[in-house]
Structure formats: structure tokens, C-alpha cells
């Protein structure tokens, strides 16, 4: 019987282990809520907002099979071209990834951990610009897997850009 959870000849020791994920905690990292244009930017005229979204997401690692993942959104909003107000906030989190072929692990890193920590950071941006007096903001669910592959196949066309 332990034999049957041996690897078999010839196979990687990788392809072997069995995948592990485990979220070990989420926390907020840092947040910033600015209006500078306040109290004049709430009497001037109907609410019509431009809103500016970025994200940005990053990883470390903290140890065997345990990684940082940090998702920051900025969201800027202005009305009558003037700023209505200013969000930055990132929402982090410890994961224990393990098992995952070195792609695959890239791929939890980049898309299924952010993925994760999205609705954390949703929730927080939207509870800072209604305390800012300002209509609720909730943004739109994010397809990471879809930015993550968009992101691979840039880079691997800038590669091979590079080598001809």
C-alpha cells in the first residue's frame, strides 16, 4: 500500500506531489481615500462621473510554498472635469500554493489569487466612497484568468520581437 503513493519510475517528482491551496489570511495592505475638490464638487450640478480603474497585482514568495499576493486598484473619479475623488487601495493576501508545475503556479499567482482577493477589495472601495458622500461605486466582476493570459501572450510577443 505505500507504494501506491510513490512516484513512478521515471515521472517527475513534481507531477508527483499532490496540489495543495490554502488561503492562510487576507488583509488589507494599505488604502488612501482623497477629495480634493469637497464640498464644491457636491454642488455642482447633475452626478456624472468618468471613472478611471487600474489594477495592478504582484507576488513574492515568503517561504516554501507560501506567497504574498498583493491586488491594487486605483480608482479615480472626476466630474465637470475636475477630481471627485481618489481611491487607492490594496487588498493582500498569504497563500500556501503547492503541487502546481512552475506555468500553473504562475497562472494561481497571477489570475486565481487576485481572483480571490477581488471581492474584498470591492467591497472596501465601496465603502469608502459612500463614507465619502459619494453614490455607491461597485465595480464590475474582473475576469483575471482572461488579463493573465492577455499579459503571457504580450510578453511572449515581445520576446519574440526581441529575437529577431
Known sequence: MAEENQPAQGQPQEQ????????QKI????????????????????????VNIQLNSTNQSLGQNTYEVDLKITVTTKHNDKTAFLVELTQAGIFTVAGFATENLKGMLSAYCPETLFPFAREGIAELVSKGGFPPLLLAPVNFNALYLQQTQQQAAAAQDTAH
Open 16 to 23: 508527483a506531489q499532490e496540489q495543495h491551496f490554502a488561503i
Open 27 to 50: 488583509y488589507l495592505k494599505d488604502v488612501s481615500f482623497e477629495s480634493p475638490n469637497a464640498p464644491t464638487v457636491f454642488t455642482e450640478g447633475e452626478w456624472k462621473p468618468e
